[in-house]
Structures are given as structure tokens and as C-alpha cells.
């Protein structure tokens, strides 16, 4: 005999008949199921997006069919991939059997399962169902034995089923599957066998059964299997694997547009479901619940009553289980929880399946806002943004009096061109604690050569944390201003030490569609040292460790430039285990560093990252290269007792250090 598929091989008639019967009542349910998930999305306020770009291709084959974002924990990395393949590849096994019997068989009188590439397919199988079935044993390892603390669920599921039934049926599905095979091999004994070695394993365990009782004890799992399969399909969208298809769709239709940039939304913001967009409710689908989010947020490390994690699942469970108008704040969300978000992107950055935690956030900031749900501090400081046009309620008048320290005139950028403007930014500006660091920087600036200015009293905040408050009107209002300045300025290029005035205006203000490029201080440092516009004079021989900001490192990708400056100065870098992409907030962003201390945290983000520089050993210096790290981090060494063990500084002083200048 050739070897070819026995395809309903010691199945009756009447059972085959029930099969096409029973999988055809299994799709309508799918399909329905599926409908309802669609109707729930498009609940959603419209969001225009292109669909079909190159691009989301590009993101999408190492995102979804290779989750790149799990390839830190090897485990979950090994495990998701052997489900994944698994099940794509028996489900293309699958459909090449129906077309090999249904079609080709029946219309063109032959079956392409057959000789070689039916050998093929069957070793091919079984690899893969092996696979699958070696995936899921880790995965219920991982969630119900091993159960590490972020899978486990504090608040009740969407889907009352949850992880048990989905890893549970598909591991019955694929064992009785090769118990299938062993059986058939057990009574046909053919040589080509060994081409299925699963089945081919499991058949020596029937062989001392009859045929007779073989032979009915595979249809008995025949039936199982194909009943369980059935089952497996109607399921999949009324329980959690309906992230098959969810978590796809949201890594394909992933926001293209840069991290920083904000979408403009409502300026109410979110009081109700429908005010997210369709493609955020479909996040809320998509979200595995793997906790990988809750694991790097700075909120919960501190005991601040957030968990991205929750907050989705609750979001999503509210979608399934609605009550009257679909109602958020307090009763799915609490403002606490909302305003303990240092917004530093680590929970986006780490999801496997792109939701955006943050934005939601901050969309449900605008309706707590609008609502004056706002403690009074920061609501102070909201005024003063709004009546002064800065966070510290001074005068613009004040603005450029650091410049006073300056032994020659920094240019007015209104009054005169210059090829480079530095806008300052608030805390370099008026903090007394950072205008030393600013005018080291215009020193260096000035020792160079550079044509540089600024815009004195005119300059307002760049708005990136009114925005991330949840002050959108405010946003808008510091963004008109400073726009229209910027209009009547005469530059090429815009200059800033401050990371979140850097992403605020590079991704959210219209200056790219005019040819403004905006840099930070550190590229630019860099370039002027490869220039060799910044002489080296002097070798510094710290041994430091330096912390990438959110808005300058997984906001914007700046982590390469900082650490070449250090590099060119002699510095000896020793890295934190949490640098780059990884790095762990200080705590300032998203509105944090002007309110309250929540009462009762373990230890506030700052703090956690001192004792982390700290622990490096030698290391006698932290840098830093954003205004609010270096207040931040000088009031942690305090609290933690660190003061005299670590020296917190701005990158600019160690390049002033390195020039050995002749008047300080």
C-alpha cells in the first residue's frame, strides 16, 4: 500500500455526516460571538486609521507571530511560542486535510496527501502537536503551580472560565488526537507508521487489545476529540481565548504614531465606555492578563493603589458586564488609582499586545479634571500654569534671571537670529536648586562657539505635564502661546535639557511640518564633542551610573548619545540591572512631583532607584539628564539615609568638569 491520509478512517457514515453537521452549528456560534465582540468595540467613538501600510506588517511578524516583547523571560518566551505554532500549524494541518478530502478528492478525483508529502505532513504534525502539548504543560505550571504574583488575579475575570478551561481543552484536544493515531496505527500496523512518531509511540500501548476492541475504542475518542474541538470553536469568543484573534488584531492595528504624541481626544475626557475610541475598547479584549504591566510599574512597586493589569481587566469586565450608561469613575475606576500613574510608559512598553495603558489614563484624567476631582495642591499648580504660564507661580519677568549669573549676554531670539534657540523649560528656569546646572550650560554653550538664544519672559511651560494631568484645555492654551512666540522667533533649531519639554515639543507641536528640529542637550553634547567643539581637557575619573529619563530614554529612544558624552569624558559607566528601555522612574511625571505623598506607601520610586545606584559597587556618582531627576533624586539620597555615599549630577556639570575651565 502508498502511504495516504485515511481520512474518516473506522468512522461511520452517519458520524461523518454529524461531524460536517456539528462543525458548521460550531461556526455560526463562533461567528455570532465574534459579532457581539465587534458590536461592544464599535460602542467606541470613531478613530481614523490606516489599516493597510506596509508598516504594520513590518511590526506585526516579529510582535505576534514571534512575541519579541516575552523574549526577557525565556520561560514565557518558549512557552508562548510552542502554544502559538502548535495550534497555527494543526489548524493548517487542519485545513489541508479538509481541502485534501472534501475538494480535491471529491471535484478532481485525487488526494494530495499522499507518498512523500503525506509523510512529511504527518512527521510535521506531530512535531508541532508535541509542541503544543509541552507549551501548555508549562503554562499550567507557570499559572497554577509555580503562580508567580502578577498572574494572580485580584479582581474577578471577564470570563468566569478563565486560563483552567482554555489550556485544559486544548491539552484534551491534542492528547486525544495522538491516542487517535496510536489506535489506527495499533490495528493498521502499516511500515511508513514511523513517520508519526507520536502515534507511533502510543500504539504500543494498544497493541495487546483486539482489533474489535481497538477499533471502538477509537471511535469513542474520535468522538471525544472532534466534540471537543467543536466545543473548543463555539467557545472561543465567549471566553479568554478570544485573545487569539484580540491580542493579533491590536498588535496589528498598534498606534504607528510616536509614543510621546498624545492623541487629542476629548477634552471632557472618558466618563463612560463610549467615550474611549473602538480601538481602545478592543484593547481592553485584547489584554491577556499576564501582568507583565503590573511588574514594572513604579505605582505599584511603592504601594500606590494602581496596577495598569487591574485597571484594563476592570475596564474590560465593565465592557462585558455593563450597568446603567456604562458609568467609570468610582465605581470600575478610582481617582486614586489614576492619579498615582507616574505616566512613564513602562507598562506600554513592556505589554506584549500594545495596549495603551497610559493614554487611557490620562483620557480618564481629563473627566476628573473637568469635574474638579483634584487635590489642591496640584489644582494650585494647575492656576499657576494657567495665570503665569509656569509651575512655580513667578513672574515671566523672573524667568531669565538665572542669565544674571552670566558673565556675557545670552541672546533674545525675538530680537536677532540665532541658528540654535534653547528653550529653557520651568525647573531650570526657577528652581534655585537647578539654575546653577543652567548656567553651567549656557557656559558651555558659550565656550563653544554656539549661536545660540532664548525667548526671556516670552517662554511659557511646553505643556507636557498639563496635558498628562489631564488639563487639555490648558495643554492647548500654553501651546497656542508658546507657538505664537515661536512664529515671531528667528532659529533653525530648538535646544532643551528637559526631557518632557523635549518630547512635548518634538511629537505634539507642528514644528517638524517646518523644518524645526528639536534636540536634546545630551545629542547635542555629543555631537559638539565629535565636532571636537568641547575640548577634553581633563579626564574625569568618576565611576557612575546613569539613569535614562522616561521622556528622553522609552519615550523618545535617546540612550546611546548621554552615554557617549560619558564614554568621550573618561567616565567609567557601570550600569543599572534596570537601564535603557528597563529604566525605573523616578516618580516625577504625570503631574506626581507637585502632589500629596499618598500616606502609607512602602517606598516612593525615587527612593528605589537611589538604593539601586547605591548597591553598584565603586559607583560614586549618579547622572542624570533632566532637571526634576536631579530634584527628585537629592530629596531621596536624604530620606534614605544615602547622603555623602552617591553625588547626584546633571550630565552638563560633568562636561564643564571635563572642559577645565579658566573662570568659573
Given at each position: 500500500?502508498?502511504?495516504v491520509?485515511?481520512t474518516?478512517?473506522?468512522?461511520?457514515?452517519?458520524a461523518?455526516?454529524l461531524?460536517?453537521?456539528?462543525?458548521?452549528?460550531?461556526?455560526?456560534?463562533f461567528a455570532?460571538?465574534?459579532?457581539?465582540?465587534?458590536?461592544?468595540?464599535?460602542l467606541?467613538r470613531?478613530?481614523?486609521?490606516?489599516?493597510?501600510?506596509?508598516?504594520?506588517?513590518?511590526?506585526?511578524?516579529?510582535?505576534?507571530?514571534?512575541?519579541?516583547?516575552?523574549?526577557?523571560?525565556?520561560?514565557?518566551?518558549?512557552?508562548?511560542?510552542?502554544?502559538?505554532?502548535?495550534?497555527?500549524?494543526?489548524?493548517?494541518?487542519t485545513?489541508?486535510?479538509t481541502?485534501?478530502?472534501?475538494?480535491?478528492?471529491l471535484?478532481?478525483?485525487?488526494?494530495f496527501?499522499?507518498?512523500?508529502?503525506?509523510?512529511?505532513y504527518?512527521?510535521?504534525?506531530?512535531?508541532?502537536?508535541?509542541?503544543?502539548?509541552?507549551?501548555l504543560?508549562?503554562?499550567?505550571?507557570?499559572?497554577y503551580?509555580?503562580?508567580?504574583?502578577?498572574?494572580?488575579a485580584?479582581?474577578?475575570?471577564?470570563?468566569p472560565?478563565?486560563?483552567?478551561?482554555?489550556l485544559?481543552?486544548?491539552?484534551?484536544?491534542?492528547?486525544?488526537?495522538?491516542?487517535?493515531?496510536?489506535?489506527?496505527?495499533?490495528?493498521?500496523?502499516?511500515?511508513w507508521?514511523v513517520?508519526?512518531?507520536?502515534?507511533?509511540?502510543?500504539?504500543?500501548?494498544?497493541?495487546?487489545?483486539?482489533p474489535?476492541?481497538?477499533?471502538?475504542?477509537?471511535?469513542?475518542?474520535?468522538?471525544?476529540h472532534?466534540?471537543?474541538?467543536?466545543?473548543?470553536?463555539?467557545?472561543?469568543?465567549?471566553?479568554?481565548?478570544?485573545h487569539?484573534?484580540s491580542?493579533?488584531?491590536?498588535?496589528?492595528?498598534?498606534?504607528?504614531?510616536?509614543?510621546g504624541?498624545?492623541?487629542?481626544g476629548?477634552?471632557?475626557?472618558?466618563?463612560?465606555?463610549?467615550?474611549?475610541?473602538?480601538?481602545?475598547?478592543?484593547?481592553?479584549?485584547?489584554?491577556?492578563?499576564?501582568?507583565?504591566?503590573?511588574d514594572?510599574c513604579?505605582?505599584?512597586a511603592?504601594?500606590?493603589?494602581?496596577?495598569?493589569r487591574?485597571v484594563?481587566?476592570?475596564?474590560?469586565?465593565?465592557?462585558?458586564?455593563?450597568s446603567?450608561?456604562?458609568?467609570?469613575?468610582?465605581?470600575?475606576i478610582?481617582?486614586?488609582?489614576?492619579?498615582a500613574?507616574?505616566?512613564?510608559?513602562?507598562?506600554e512598553?513592556t505589554?506584549?499586545?500594545f495596549?495603551?495603558?497610559?493614554?487611557?489614563i490620562?483620557?480618564m484624567?481629563?473627566a476628573?479634571?473637568?469635574?474638579?476631582?483634584v487635590?489642591?495642591?496640584?489644582?494650585?499648580t494647575?492656576?499657576k500654569?494657567?495665570?503665569?504660564?509656569?509651575?512655580f507661580?513667578?513672574?515671566?519677568?523672573?524667568?531669565a534671571k538665572w542669565?544674571?549669573?552670566?558673565?556675557?549676554?545670552l541672546?533674545?531670539?525675538?530680537?536677532?537670529p540665532?541658528?540654535?534657540?534653547?528653550f529653557?523649560?520651568?525647573?531650570?528656569?526657577?528652581?534655585?536648586?537647578?539654575?546653577?546646572?543652567?548656567?553651567?550650560?549656557?557656559?558651555?554653550?558659550?565656550?563653544?562657539?554656539?549661536?545660540?538664544?532664548?525667548?526671556?519672559?516670552?517662554?511659557?511651560n511646553?505643556?507636557?505635564?498639563?496635558?498628562r494631568?489631564?488639563?487639555?484645555?490648558?495643554?492647548?492654551?500654553?501651546r497656542e502661546?508658546?507657538l505664537?512666540?515661536l512664529?515671531?522667533?528667528?532659529?533653525?533649531?530648538i535646544?532643551?535639557?528637559?526631557?518632557?519639554?523635549?518630547?512635548?515639543?518634538k511629537?505634539e507641536y507642528?514644528?517638524?511640518?517646518?523644518?524645526i528640529?528639536?534636540?536634546?542637550?545630551?545629542?547635542?553634547?555629543?555631537?559638539?564633542?565629535?565636532?571636537?567643539?568641547?575640548?577634553?581637557?581633563?579626564r574625569l575619573?568618576?565611576?557612575?551610573?546613569?539613569?535614562?529619563?522616561?521622556?528622553?530614554?522609552?519615550?523618545?529612544?535617546?540612550?546611546e548619545?548621554?552615554?557617549?558624552?560619558?564614554?568621550?569624558?573618561?567616565?567609567?559607566?557601570?550600569?543599572?540591572?534596570?537601564?535603557?528601555?528597563?529604566s525605573?522612574?523616578?516618580?516625577?511625571?504625570g503631574?506626581?512631583?507637585?502632589?500629596?505623598?499618598?500616606?502609607?506607601?512602602?517606598e516612593?520610586?525615587?527612593?528605589?532607584r537611589?538604593?539601586?545606584a547605591?548597591?553598584?559597587?565603586?559607583?560614586?556618582?549618579?547622572v542624570?539628564?533632566?532637571p526634576?531627576?536631579i530634584?527628585?533624586?537629592?530629596?531621596?539620597?536624604?530620606?534614605?539615609?544615602?547622603?555623602?555615599?552617591?553625588?547626584?549630577?546633571?550630565?552638563?556639570?560633568?562636561?564643564?568638569?571635563?572642559?577645565?575651565?579658566?573662570e568659573?
Amino acid at each position: 500500500m502508498e502511504p495516504v491520509r485515511p481520512t474518516f478512517w473506522n468512522v461511520p457514515h452517519w458520524a461523518e455526516i454529524l461531524q460536517y453537521v456539528l462543525g458548521a452549528f460550531a461556526l455560526v456560534i463562533f461567528a455570532h460571538g465574534v459579532y457581539g465582540h465587534i458590536k461592544k468595540w464599535r460602542l467606541g467613538r470613531q478613530e481614523a486609521i490606516s489599516v493597510f501600510t506596509l508598516k504594520r506588517l513590518q511590526t506585526f511578524i516579529p510582535f505576534a507571530l514571534f512575541p519579541l516583547r516575552l523574549s526577557a523571560d525565556p520561560f514565557a518566551f518558549v512557552m508562548h511560542l510552542t502554544i502559538f505554532w502548535g495550534m497555527v500549524v494543526l489548524f493548517l494541518g487542519t485545513i489541508l486535510a479538509t481541502v485534501d478530502w472534501d475538494v480535491t478528492r471529491l471535484f478532481l478525483g485525487f488526494q494530495f496527501l499522499r507518498d512523500g508529502f503525506y509523510l512529511f505532513y504527518e512527521l510535521v504534525l506531530d512535531i508541532f502537536g508535541v509542541f503544543l502539548i509541552l507549551g501548555l504543560a508549562m503554562a499550567l505550571y507557570r499559572r497554577y503551580i509555580f503562580r508567580p504574583k502578577r498572574l494572580q488575579a485580584g479582581i474577578v475575570s471577564t470570563f468566569p472560565l478563565d486560563s483552567l478551561y482554555f489550556l485544559a481543552i486544548l491539552l484534551f484536544i491534542a492528547l486525544t488526537g495522538f491516542a487517535l493515531e496510536g489506535l489506527r496505527i495499533a490495528v493498521q500496523g502499516s511500515h511508513w507508521a514511523v513517520w508519526s512518531p507520536g502515534g507511533f509511540y502510543l500504539s504500543g500501548i494498544f497493541h495487546s487489545l483486539s482489533p474489535p476492541a481497538t477499533k471502538s475504542l477509537h471511535f469513542i475518542f474520535w468522538a471525544s476529540h472532534a466534540l471537543l474541538a467543536f466545543i473548543f470553536i463555539a467557545s472561543i469568543p465567549f471566553t479568554k481565548a478570544f485573545h487569539i484573534f484580540s491580542s493579533a488584531l491590536s498588535v496589528y492595528l498598534q498606534n504607528l504614531s510616536p509614543k510621546g504624541a498624545l492623541a487629542s481626544g476629548e477634552a471632557a475626557g472618558v466618563e463612560r465606555l463610549s467615550d474611549f475610541t473602538w480601538r481602545q475598547l478592543l484593547q481592553l479584549d485584547a489584554c491577556i492578563s499576564c501582568g507583565r504591566c503590573q511588574d514594572v510599574c513604579p505605582a505599584y512597586a511603592s504601594g500606590y493603589p494602581l496596577s495598569p493589569r487591574d485597571v484594563v481587566l476592570k475596564l474590560d469586565y465593565h465592557l462585558h458586564h455593563p450597568s446603567e450608561e456604562n458609568p467609570i469613575h468610582n465605581s470600575v475606576i478610582s481617582a486614586p488609582e489614576l492619579w498615582a500613574c507616574t505616566t512613564c510608559c513602562a507598562c506600554e512598553d513592556t505589554c506584549p499586545v500594545f495596549v495603551e495603558h497610559s493614554r487611557m489614563i490620562v483620557e480618564m484624567r481629563r473627566a476628573l479634571v473637568n469635574r474638579g476631582t483634584v487635590e489642591k495642591r496640584l489644582q494650585d499648580t494647575l492656576t499657576k500654569w494657567s495665570r503665569y504660564g509656569n509651575s512655580f507661580g513667578q513672574s515671566d519677568r523672573v524667568r531669565a534671571k538665572w542669565t544674571q549669573g552670566l558673565d556675557f549676554k545670552l541672546k533674545d531670539a525675538r530680537k536677532e537670529p540665532v541658528e540654535y534657540l534653547w528653550f529653557v523649560g520651568d525647573y531650570a528656569s526657577y528652581d534655585p536648586r537647578i539654575q546653577g546646572i543652567t548656567q553651567m550650560t549656557a557656559r558651555i554653550f558659550h565656550r563653544t562657539g554656539l549661536d545660540f538664544g532664548i525667548l526671556y519672559e516670552a517662554e511659557r511651560n511646553s505643556g507636557n505635564d498639563v496635558r498628562r494631568i489631564g488639563e487639555e484645555g490648558l495643554f492647548e492654551m500654553l501651546r497656542e502661546k508658546n507657538l505664537h512666540t515661536l512664529k515671531n522667533a528667528k532659529f533653525q533649531t530648538i535646544i532643551t535639557t528637559d526631557p518632557h519639554t523635549y518630547n512635548t515639543l518634538k511629537n505634539e507641536y507642528p514644528l517638524a511640518q517646518n523644518g524645526i528640529r528639536v534636540v536634546h542637550s545630551t545629542e547635542f553634547l555629543h555631537r559638539l564633542i565629535q565636532e571636537g567643539k568641547i575640548p577634553v581637557q581633563k579626564r574625569l575619573n568618576h565611576r557612575a551610573t546613569y539613569h535614562d529619563p522616561c521622556y528622553l530614554g522609552r519615550y523618545n529612544g535617546i540612550y546611546e548619545p548621554p552615554r557617549r558624552v560619558l564614554k568621550a569624558l573618561g567616565v567609567q559607566l557601570i550600569e543599572m540591572p534596570r537601564n535603557r528601555h528597563r529604566s525605573y522612574c523616578c516618580g516625577a511625571g504625570g503631574g506626581r512631583i507637585w502632589m500629596e505623598e499618598t500616606p502609607g506607601i512602602q517606598e516612593r520610586p525615587a527612593e528605589n532607584r537611589i538604593r539601586e545606584a547605591v548597591s553598584l559597587p565603586g559607583v560614586d556618582t549618579l547622572v542624570v539628564a533632566c532637571p526634576k531627576d536631579i530634584v527628585m533624586f537629592r530629596d531621596a539620597l536624604k530620606t534614605t539615609g544615602n547622603e555623602g555615599k552617591i553625588a547626584i549630577k546633571d550630565i552638563s556639570e560633568l562636561v564643564w568638569e571635563a572642559m577645565e575651565p579658566k573662570e568659573v
